[in-house]
């Protein structure tokens, strides 16, 4: 192990310098004025502030540094104290790597740094302290000190080696931020809970027996016990909230809204650790007991909420405390860390949807740099996509986004599509790359790992299968992409927009207009038998699916969805007229319209079309008449593309749902394919 030398006083005319991270912050430890700066200034006695000077690693690739923390002193310096070393990751070193936010940039705190004094950000001056130990040393790897952030060459480098460095330490410590009287009652009560429900067995359940949560009392099995123990601590929880007793008190605190939940890099952090730690304060939670609470509350929302009560005051507070609960404990990252623990590989296609498509404005992720809405992903991944991709920071953002949409299709990834149409800090990005810096909602037809539509393929066993395959690229239009494709029809028609905000409430006018669009189009197709129109007016507003807790499929015939849009047309009707909606069958029917609107939200940016021969479903909102409905050979489902004006080349607008195309009907006319170019 290498010593770091000592710092010198860094002197740059114009006063302060530095560059910013990927959360905003600033990259260098310190924001430093010269001497000639603060004089032209008329300030001769300002204080310097000074740059450590590192000693280049000698083997970036495989070599750290690790900062030493003395033990407390009965006598504090007046300065904090840091030692900084070199360590080979081959020769297994014992540290603590900390997974933390940067906060402000600004270097307001004084640090002593191998017998120099540097200034230093907050976030970093109060962690330093808070791992502090009383009676030994503490071995820590933090990036805002350990890399030279200034060395891009460096960066790259050690950027390549953050998956072994947090896998590799003793333990990661997540750090929060500091404590509050309300954050320390929320980290106790969370411990209590955690371990309670882990003697449960819940660490034991898969995700398989987590689809579904309702009392088996027959079923013997060990997962079936746990549930069966977990619905009745549900059922004790319901029971004390509804009678006024505030179960979930302990919840009332901003630990939930801590930055960590929201920073891109944090994702990679955790789930690459051995043992990972939340920490706030002095307070400290182990992952497992973490996770445990996190699923227990999000399957407590989805159990409460199909169960309500009738009384209107009970049954709002109960939808106030869900609303309250989804704050305090966001789920996003921990599934992914438990994942990897139970021996389960991620491959970059869900971990990019997990991270960057959301069905709520609140649950973005941050990353200020939006290559790392990739790049901060492929220490996670592991799939023949992630191993095509290379976190390249020479690469533009355009650039950085075509090659991984390249990639994720090549591998057949064909609902990759579905996420495209919106622009944010990429207008120009060629129409079929999704824009990750965009905030992305869920596609219509679920990003999930089974099937649930095969409109490009026949869907019969028996026929030969069918893979989406890109035509290879060339290389002198790499904007360029070609799939074999046929255009099945073109837009006659189109209805009214069904544009509902990522966090707004459910508009039953727009929804009558809705509903009043899929009658007509319907009743003037000459491509559907009665019983199938019939089938349709319900079918087409929620894409098809239903959802039971965590569990999506197909829309059942007789299930929740037909009755659901029978309940929601009649309150629909009579709040547009103005006049009273039989309550009662209202509130016994609340649970399947709740399930209904959900799902009506879903296929947001929708409005409905009929075609020139007569197929009725949904497409974009910005799709009009002369657009065309096509299938890509293998695609999942179908999408609407427009010509190009003056060439042979299409737009490619979104995916499209069309009544009676979706499992590969079309399919079993054998039509014949040909090239399609998008741009």
Same mark, same amino acid.
């Given at each position: ?58 083997? &970036? ?431 006659? /028609? ?125 497409? &974009? ?5 002369? /657009? ?52």
């Amino acid at each position: 192990m290498v010593p770091e030398f000592a710092a010198t006083p860094y002197s740059a005319p114009g006063g302060y310098e530095g560059t910013v991270d990927n959360e905003g912050s600033l990259v260098g430890i310190y924001a430093f004025e010269t001497i000639e700066a603060q004089k032209c200034a008329g300030n001769s006695h300002a204080p310097v502030l000074e740059r450590f000077n590192y000693v280049p690693l000698s083997a &970036p690739t495989s070599q750290i540094r690790l900062l030493r923390i003395p033990p407390k002193s009965p006598q504090p310096p007046t300065v904090f104290v840091v030692h900084m070393f070199h360590a080979h990751l081959s020769e297994d070193p014992k540290y603590t790597a900390l997974s933390y936010t940067w906060g402000s940039p600004t270097p307001t705190d004084l640090i002593e740094l191998n017998g120099q004094r540097h200034h230093t950000t907050e976030s970093v001056f109060v962690v330093l302290h808070e791992l502090q130990r009383e009676n030994e040393d503490v071995v820590v790897w933090i990036d805002a000190l350990c890399i030279n952030q200034q060395d891009d060459i460096e960066k790259t480098d050690q950027v390549q080696l953050m998956r072994q460095i947090y896998k590799t330490a003793q333990e990661v410590v997540v750090w929060l931020g500091p404590s509050t009287p309300y954050t320390d009652s929320t980290m106790q009560e969370t411990r209590k809970l955690g371990e309670q429900l882990l003697d449960m067995g819940l660490w034991d359940l898969t995700a398989a027996d987590c689809e579904t949560w309702e009392l088996e009392e027959e079923n013997t099995s060990g997962a079936a016990n746990t549930k069966n123990n977990v619905i009745r601590l549900f059922e004790e929880h319901m029971r004390r909230q509804n009678s006024g007793d505030y179960a979930f008190w302990w919840i009332m605190s901003d630990l939930g809204e801590r930055r960590w939940f929201r920073r891109m890099w944090c994702i990679q952090e955790c789930a690459n650790a051995e043992v990972a730690i939340f920490r706030c304060g002095k307070e400290e939670v182990d992952f497992r007991v973490y996770w445990a609470v996190s699923l227990y509350m999000s399957t407590f929302i989805n159990y409460a909420l199909l169960r309500p009560t009738g009384n209107d005051i009970t049954d709002n507070q109960m939808l106030w405390l869900t609303g309250k609960i989804q704050e305090t404990f966001p789920t996003e990252m921990i599934g992914i860390r438990r994942k990897r623990l139970m021996g389960h590989q991620h491959d970059l296609r869900s971990l990019l949807y997990s991270s960057n498509a959301v069905h709520g404005s609140n649950l973005r992720i941050e990353c200020t740099d939006p290559r790392d809405r990739v790049y901060a992903l492929l220490g996670i991944a592991a799939d023949a996509v992630s191993e095509t991709i290379v976190a390249d920071y020479t690469r533009t953002l355009d650039e950085a986004y075509i090659a991984t949409a390249r990639a994720l299709l090549n591998n057949g990834h064909d609902d990759v599509l579905s996420l495209c149409g919106i622009r944010t800090l990429c207008p120009d990005l060629p129409s079929w790359v999704p824009d990750w810096s965009s905030l992305l909602r869920w596609p219509w037809s679920v990003w999930h790992s089974q099937l649930m539509f095969s409109a490009g393929y026949n869907s019969n066993p028996s026929a030969p299968y069918v893979a989406f395959k890109p035509h290879t690229a060339t290389p002198s239009r790499p904007d360029e992409l070609r799939l074999e494709g046929k255009v099945i029809d073109t837009l006659k /028609d189109v209805g009214t927009v069904w544009s509902v905000g990522i966090d707004d409430p459910f508009d039953y006018t727009a929804a009558t207009a809705l509903f009043n669009d899929i009658s007509t189009y319907l009743s003037q197709s000459p491509r559907y038998a009665p019983s199938e129109r019939q089938e349709g007016e319900w079918r087409i507003l929620v894409g098809d699916i239903e959802s039971h807790g965590m569990n999506i499929q197909r829309a059942a015939a007789d299930g929740p969805m037909k009755k659901g849009v029978e309940v929601m047309k009649h309150f629909a009707e009579h709040y547009s007229k103005g006049t009273v909606a039989d309550m009662e069958y209202i509130k016994a029917n609340r649970g399947v319209m709740s399930a209904v609107s959900g799902r009506m939200q879903s296929m947001y940016d929708a409005r409905l079309f009929s075609s020139e021969t007569g197929w009725v479903g949904l497409c &974009p909102m910005n799709g009009v008449p002369g /657009d065309s409905i096509v299938l890509f050979l293998g695609a999942r489902v179908p999408y609407l593309i427009r010509k190009v004006e003056g060439g042979e080349k299409w737009k490619l607008i979104g995916e499209c749902h069309v009544y009676g195309i979706m499992d590969g009907e079309y399919m079993k006319e054998e039509p014949v394919f040909e090239p399609i170019i998008l741009c």
